[in-house]
């Protein structure tokens, strides 16, 4: 099984239809059953577009594709989400799930059902929330980018999703990290700057195994989909601190 997320968190990178059919013909040629998480794929900016990699030749029957009412309609406390693909692999995954989780709460699917039966009658419409959020997203993306950029950070843009990654490396000279105790130094950074800039960031080697931690370490991760007026104080706040 090879599992495959995109748009991608934390880097934000979207597959192009090219990168998509290379590894749909690895599967195929290696009979690999391919685990899709997609759970971004309404928020992707500029000239981006997200494919879903079961509609390529051959990938149907050997896809299952995940999704997500808390990232669709941000709403991140719903935990709801769902899965399809071909009868024989979705048969199996619900014998799991009842067993895993055993009920769900149902009055949160009818609401994300109506949410999905609006919405898809206005796909056309630049007021449905399947446009309207990215372009919302995209703003508040480059003004992140700009003032983090601005404050000696070097920002990766993302293709899609609400997460940047930065590499802070550059601001080594200027920040003591020798009391925070943490192994890695993503770590050390992000709880230096949420005890003296009160900007609170995730460090990204948290997402990789043991073995590939040092991989992380110049990188800190921000989500932008917040209000923009706290946008601003953080803004504020790196602008002060760089002066």
């Not at 991140?76 to 399809?84: C, D, L, R, V």
Request: proline share 5%; hydrophobic share 40%; charged share 25%.
């Amino acid at each position: 099984m090879i599992i495959l997320n995109t748009p991608h968190n934390p880097i934000g990178k979207v597959f192009h239809r090219e990168e998509l059919e290379r590894i749909a013909a690895l599967c195929r040629k290696w009979n690999v059953l391919c685990l899709s998480d997609e759970v971004y794929e309404w928020m992707v900016y500029d000239d981006a577009k997200h494919i879903r990699i079961c509609t390529l030749p051959g990938m149907w029957e050997r896809t299952i594709t995940i999704g997500s009412a808390g990232k669709t309609f941000s709403v991140t406390g719903w935990k709801i989400g769902w899965a399809y693909g071909p009868s024989n692999l979705i048969t199996n995954l619900q014998m799991v799930h009842q067993n895993s989780v055993y009920t769900c709460p149902t009055p949160i699917q009818e609401a994300v059902a109506i949410g999905f039966e609006l919405e898809l009658t206005r796909l056309e419409s630049p007021d449905c929330y399947f446009n309207s959020l990215p372009q919302e997203l995209k703003v508040k993306r480059d003004f992140m980018a700009k003032f983090l950029q601005d404050a000696g950070l070097k920002p990766t843009i993302p293709e899609g999703g609400y997460f940047m990654l930065a590499d802070w490396s550059n601001l080594g000279n200027k920040i003591d990290l020798s009391s925070e105790a943490d192994q890695y130094l993503d770590y050390k950074f992000t709880k230096w700057m949420t005890k003296n800039m009160g900007l609170q960031g995730i460090p990204p080697s948290a997402f990789y195994g043991e073995d590939h931690k040092k991989f992380g370490e110049n990188f800190v991760r921000y989500c932008f989909i917040k209000k923009q007026e706290n946008l601003e104080k953080a803004a504020e706040l790196l602008k002060k601190w760089k002066a």
